[in-house]
């Protein structure tokens, strides 16, 4: 069974956009749909995108739960 993590990110600033969109899209999402049981990912933003907030959608298969564990461990690892 499919399931499907929503994400939704905002850049630091606006003047940073392109920064944050280049590191988003070749860095942070290959990084995440990597890990195990993640399947994919997309990201999705709005027409005008004026610096607003995107979202990406994670395809998970397998417990949704174990996958949030995965992704959250390493952030916990860093505080």
Same mark, same amino acid.
């Given at each position: 069974?499919?399931? &499907? !993590?929503?994400?939704?990110?905002?850049?630091?600033? +606006? #003047? *940073?956009? /392109?920064? %944050?969109? =280049?590191? &988003? #899209?070749?860095?942070?999402? +290959?990084?995440?749909? $990597?890990? /195990? @049981? %993640?399947?994919? @990912?997309? =990201?999705?933003?709005?027409? /005008? $995108?004026? @610096? @607003?907030?995107?979202?990406? !959608? &994670?395809?998970?298969?397998? #417990? +949704?739960? =174990?996958?949030?564990?995965? %992704?959250?461990? +390493? !952030?916990?690892? *860093?505080?």
């Amino acid at each position: 069974m499919k399931h &499907y !993590l929503v994400v939704e990110s905002h850049p630091s600033h +606006p #003047d *940073r956009l /392109d920064e %944050f969109n =280049r590191w &988003y #899209d070749e860095i942070h999402i +290959p990084e995440v749909v $990597a890990l /195990d @049981g %993640f399947v994919g @990912g997309t =990201r999705l933003a709005a027409a /005008d $995108a004026d @610096g @607003g907030p995107s979202v990406t !959608l &994670y395809e998970l298969e397998g #417990d +949704p739960m =174990r996958q949030s564990e995965t %992704f959250i461990s +390493p !952030l916990r690892q *860093r505080s």
